[in-house]
């Protein structure tokens, strides 16, 4: 439908109904705006999904189920031959077990000669208990023959059972505890001996086979150490190499082909660089595999291209007028770059900076082709030394077949993203803050 209309020539034209064209084009909004809540909802469902998966199965990590018994430091068991004046090593080779296995039974009021029941206790409690007596040994000496309540580790299942985690309705041929370890369980969760404490051996302990004693220690030192070396190579170099092509260097064929390639690096698959620093660093350098510096200097090259570019942006993004007042009151170029632009730059570049730090952070797949994915037990006490990190650690408990490493899997990605979820908060935070609006 047309309205009919006289022009300026007194001729008859069709002029087209323009409230038809509007609800055409309000109905198009309303549609546009209905597509991206939907698509903006389904992304926070799904979201939603994996945090609540993630934590229920993981939060359950940071406690850890003890056993509290008075144990007795028998010197008969410790050191029978009164050699540990003369050789330490007595106190590291001494039978630690059997004076947890001689309190449990005393605790649990079973006879010493039911050889049985005593089979049973198999399995109750963790084997990590001979590292633990050992180290209080160690530590003082005049332990020995005295009594001292010790809160022992539990078994990973005992764990899992006193959480709640295994159904205790099905028969014990389905299970991993009897019935008579349920039993028991009972009984010292009755008189107090039993309990669910703060589990900082999940922050404390390095790689081990048992799930009770394995923890994220060493992986979250290896990735310290990392993340410094990232810091203090990609920080300046890319810095550097962003002022040089911004300000100083000359538009020419040469510099397209560095931008081209530096956009196109930051683009590149991260197991790329991996296998980058196997060839390089490991099999050319001769440098130690699993090491937290081969690893940092890999993350260091896969983070440079994320720098550069975000800082050439916050540099470009200074207005052209600050230029050229500063060459105007005088100003060298070089103090034109380095005490205006680069001062005003600095929000911009500290956001950057944080983001490839973070990315960096949850890397995983370049860190295993050189090796960090090896068993570490001991803290690394030099970048040098074998190392782990975070995600690695993540991954290799991922392919644990026991429900325990499931449990600390979770844990740890849950640890992971607060660690993610500070460095973009700080990176936003740094940039509302010290952004400025030209």
């Not at 500063?326 to 380095?338: D, E, I, R, T």
Request: charged content about 15%.
């Amino acid at each position: 439908m047309s309205d009919i209309a006289l022009g300026s020539a007194g001729i008859a034209v069709a002029r087209p109904r323009r409230d038809i064209g509007l609800k055409q084009r309000y109905a198009a909004e309303r549609r546009f705006r209905i597509y991206g809540m939907l698509a903006i909802s389904v992304c926070l469902i799904f979201l939603a999904v994996m945090l609540i998966t993630i934590f229920s199965k993981g939060y359950t990590a940071f406690w850890q189920t003890t056993v509290t018994l008075p144990i007795t430091f028998d010197a008969q068991v410790i050191d029978p031959q009164d050699k540990r004046a003369t050789d330490p090593n007595v106190l590291v080779a001494a039978n630690y077990p059997k004076l947890v296995e001689s309190a449990l039974i005393a605790k649990l009021g079973i006879s010493p000669d039911d050889k049985p029941m005593i089979g049973k206790l198999k399995g109750f409690l963790s084997d990590g208990v001979r590292a633990q007596l050992r180290k209080i040994v160690i530590d003082d000496p005049a332990v020995i023959g005295t009594t001292r309540d010790v809160a022992v580790l539990a078994s990973a299942n005992l764990d899992s059972a006193f959480k709640g985690q295994i159904d205790l309705a099905v028969g014990q041929e389905r299970r991993k505890v009897s019935d008579q370890q349920v039993a028991w369980m009972n009984q010292l969760k009755a008189d107090g001996s039993m309990a669910e404490h703060f589990n900082t051996g999940l922050f404390t302990y390095g790689a081990s086979s048992r799930p009770e004693t394995s923890g994220m220690g060493v992986a979250i030192i290896g990735s310290l150490y990392m993340m410094l070396i990232v810091l203090v190579l990609a920080l300046p170099i890319g810095v550097a190499a962003s002022i040089y092509l911004e300000e100083f260097a000359k538009k020419n064929r040469l510099t397209d082909i560095i931008e081209v390639n530096i956009n196109n690096l930051a683009a590149v698959p991260s197991i790329v660089f991996g296998l980058l620093g196997l060839a390089v660093f490991i099999n050319f350098l001769g440098l130690p595999r699993s090491a937290a510096f081969v690893g940092g200097l890999v993350l260091t090259l896969m983070t440079l291209p994320t720098i550069i570019i975000a800082t050439r942006a916050a540099l470009a993004a200074v207005p052209p007028s600050i230029r050229s007042a500063a060459l105007g009151l005088g100003a060298s170029k070089m103090q034109m770059v380095f005490q205006h632009i680069l001062p005003l730059a600095a929000p911009g570049i500290l956001t950057g900076t944080i983001i490839g730090l973070a990315r960096a952070l949850g890397e995983t797949a370049p860190l295993l082709l050189i090796g960090m994915v090896a068993f570490v037990a001991d803290y690394p006490k030099t970048p040098f030394d074998p190392a782990t990190a975070l995600p690695v650690q993540i991954y290799m408990w991922a392919n644990e077949a026991e429900r325990a490493f499931v449990e600390r899997m979770s844990g740890a990605i849950i640890i992971l993203l607060i660690f993610l979820m500070a460095m973009n908060i700080t990176a936003i935070v740094l940039r509302r803050r010290f952004e400025r609006r030209w």
